[in-house]
């Protein structure tokens, strides 16, 4: 079991920036991908980003690279997602996951075992 905890979302203006984190319990030692996802309404899960929990290969998605920077921090068990000139369509809840398997690609969501409750994001125009 992986227990996942995301923090730090709320309300931004666009251009503003705001850092996720994903707090992760459990067996985190077993984990192979942890990403980040994005769902906004009416829209299907999006993939924002993610890393390998062990060697540090970073991934991210097309609408995010060179906005957004994600890293993690080992000892803590902590993964941390960076946001940069945020925009409208940034709007979205942001779930956090855990793959333990690593049998695919990180951004396909099916892969992932594990996921935090969500946290909103919205920026504002």
């Known amino acids: 079991q992986v227990q996942l905890v995301e923090s730090g979302g709320g309300l931004v203006q666009a251009g503003g920036s705001l850092r996720l984190s994903c707090a992760a319990s459990?067996?985190?030692?077993?984990?192979?991908?942890v990403g980040w996802f994005r769902q906004a309404p009416g829209n299907p899960r999006e993939f924002v980003a993610a890393?390998?929990?062990?060697?540090?290969?970073?991934y991210y998605g097309v609408s995010v690279k060179g906005r957004f920077t994600i890293s993690k921090d080992n000892a803590k068990n902590t993964v941390y997602l960076q946001m940069n000139s945020l925009t409208p369509e940034d709007t979205a809840v942001y779930y956090c996951a855990a793959d333990l398997g690593g049998n695919g690609g990180p951004w396909n969501s099916y892969l992932y075992d594990y996921w935090g409750q969500g946290i909103q994001v919205t920026v504002s125009s």
């Open positions: 459990g067996r985190t030692s077993s984990s192979h991908y």
């Open positions: 890393v390998t929990w062990s060697s540090n290969n970073i």
